[in-house]
T-cell receptor, first 114, second 111 residues
Framework: NAGVTQTPKFQVLKTGQSMTLQCAQD?????MSWYRQDPGMGLRLIHY???????DQGEVPNGYNVSRSTTEDFPLRLLSAAPSQTSVYFC?????????????FGSGTRLTVV | TQLLEQSPQFLSIQEGENLTVYCNSS?????LQWYRQEPGEGPVLLVT?????EVKKLKRLTFQFGDARKDSSLHITAAQPGDTGLYLC???????????FGKGTLLTVNP
């Protein structure tokens, strides 16, 4: 049982380059989300999805795009990387629950934009 | 916008000591989750508390949800180096699938 798999684990980009951070889960979870974690700022929600074909913005969506064509995959796209996007990115997934089912997180992608 | 505060921000203690960390807000929550994050890894769920006044125990960890469901605490008894990590609280409101995290308490337990 792989859980939530994120690739790559590390990435260095030049300003203006584009890339896609991959996230896949094998637990048939409806809900998936992307967070970024910066020192002193905690985990901030970028985008989330409540099911295939449905996405919405979180707290810090600017500069990022997402799509959810399947239940399993939720890629995060950086269209034109900026140094401010240097961060650690986490993908998470969860099953719906009235009391808040436990979220499973990937191990993160550490992105540096130079 | 709810204000969510975790305290203390940093805590460094010796093995065997007891400690308590706090999660406070201006809003009422339907439930609240605690996570622990180890260096280089994603957060891992420790517990979900649902009822005001609820107390849950997980080995040496005791979690309490405030009576008014606006605050929570995590008490660790006889801390061990393996308890080292970032402890995050995540309250859940109307949209139970949309987690908002506190900034966390970074705990270091020295041998």
């Amino acid at each position: 049982n792989a859980g939530v798999t994120q690739t790559p684990k590390f990435q260095v980009l030049k300003t203006g380059q584009s890339m896609t951070l991959q996230c896949a889960q094998d637990m048939n979870h409806e809900y998936m989300s992307w967070y970024r974690q910066d020192p002193g700022m905690g985990l901030r929600l970028i985008h989330y999805s409540v099911g295939a074909g449905i996405t919405d913005q979180g707290e810090v969506p600017n500069g990022y795009n997402v799509s959810r064509s399947t239940t399993e995959d939720f890629p995060l796209r950086l269209l034109s990387a900026a140094p401010s996007q240097t961060s650690v990115y986490f993908c998470a997934s969860s099953r719906f629950s009235t009391v808040g089912y436990g979220y499973t997180f990937g191990s993160g992608t550490r992105l540096t934009v130079v | 916008t709810q204000l969510l505060e975790q305290s203390p921000q940093f805590l460094s203690i010796q093995e065997g000591e007891n400690l308590t960390v706090y999660c406070n807000s201006s809003s009422v929550f339907s439930s609240l989750q605690w996570y622990r994050q180890e260096p280089g890894e994603g957060p891992v769920l420790l517990v979900t508390v649902v009822t005001g006044g609820e107390v849950k125990k997980l080995k040496r960890l005791t979690f309490q949800f405030g009576d008014a469901r606006k605050d929570s605490s995590l008490h660790i008894t006889a801390a061990q180096p393996g308890d080292t990590g970032l402890y995050l609280c995540a309250p859940l409101g109307g949209s139970n699938y949309k987690l908002t995290f506190g900034k966390g308490t970074l705990l270091t337990v020295n041998p």
